[in-house]
T-cell receptor, first 114, second 112 residues
Framework: DAGVIQSPRHEVTEMGQEVTLRCKPI?????LFWYRQTMMRGLELLIY????????DSGMPEDRFSAKMPNASFSTLKIQPSEPRDSAVYFC????????????FGQGTRLTVV | DAKTTQPNSMESNEEEPVHLPCNHS???????IHWYRQLPSQGPEYVIH???SNVNNRMASLAIAEDRKSSTLILHRATLRDAAVYYC?????????????FGTGTSLTVIP
């Protein structure tokens, strides 16, 4: 397996634009996590899916952020409208909860909002 | 969720053993202790996890206190490639929510 795949790796956008980040989890994994990392706040859990269903979205900053998982092999994190304070590295991770093992992280998407 | 406490930073000489401590005094009986590390410009990667007994794998060893209120990640011979931020995390996988939260971690510097 190629691991967790995130796209794009880098995104630069203007304030007010819509941004969509994409994640393909490892095949067979049934848990998916979105994290955001900044120097000030470290790694923050934004949302967690289990079997494609959002279980905990308490970390989503505000209504400008939304996440979907239409099927087991794809998830998106959307920011609309984007703001400069959204600039961060966004990580997606997946794990097989049934097997009680580790989570695998993607390489991240570095988002810059100017 | 139960919290963990780690030193902000540590240094080690190359090829020396490193002991990275973690306190988790409010750990519950179903919390697993996980360690992840994050190399520069990469996503976090799994290192090791355990419940009650000490654990060994090819990357490291995990020593868990008898009362489970603390644990220590042991790198037997530090290399320059081990320079990273190490996170100690509690994860309850027996309940519906198996999400896990990262603290500030320990930044390990390896001195050649």
């Amino acid at each position: 397996d190629a691991g967790v795949i995130q796209s794009p790796r880098h995104e630069v956008t203007e304030m007010g634009q819509e941004v969509t980040l994409r994640c393909k989890p490892i095949s067979g994994h049934n848990s998916l996590f979105w994290y955001r990392q900044t120097m000030m706040r470290g790694l923050e859990l934004l949302i967690y899916f289990n079997n494609n269903v959002p279980i905990d979205d308490s970390g989503m900053p505000e209504d400008r952020f939304s996440a979907k998982m239409p099927n087991a092999s794809f998830s998106t994190l959307k920011i609309q409208p984007s703001e400069p304070r959204d600039s961060a590295v966004y990580f997606c991770a997946s794990s097989d909860r049934v097997l009680n093992t580790e989570a695998f992280f993607g390489q991240g998407t570095r988002l810059t909002v100017v | 969720d139960a919290k963990t406490t780690q030193p902000n930073s540590m240094e080690s000489n190359e090829e020396e053993p490193v002991h990275l401590p973690c306190n988790h005094s409010t750990i519950s009986g179903t919390d697993y202790i996980h360690w992840y590390r994050q190399l520069p410009s990469q996503g976090p990667e799994y290192v090791i996890h355990g419940l009650t007994s000490n654990v060994n794998n090819r990357m490291a060893s995990l020593a868990i206190a008898e009362d489970r209120k603390s644990s220590t990640l042991i790198l037997h011979r530090a290399t320059l490639r081990d320079a990273a931020v190490y996170y100690c995390i509690l994860r309850d996988l027996r309940n519906t929510g198996n999400q896990f939260y990262f603290g500030t971690g320990t930044s390990l510097t390896v001195i050649p």
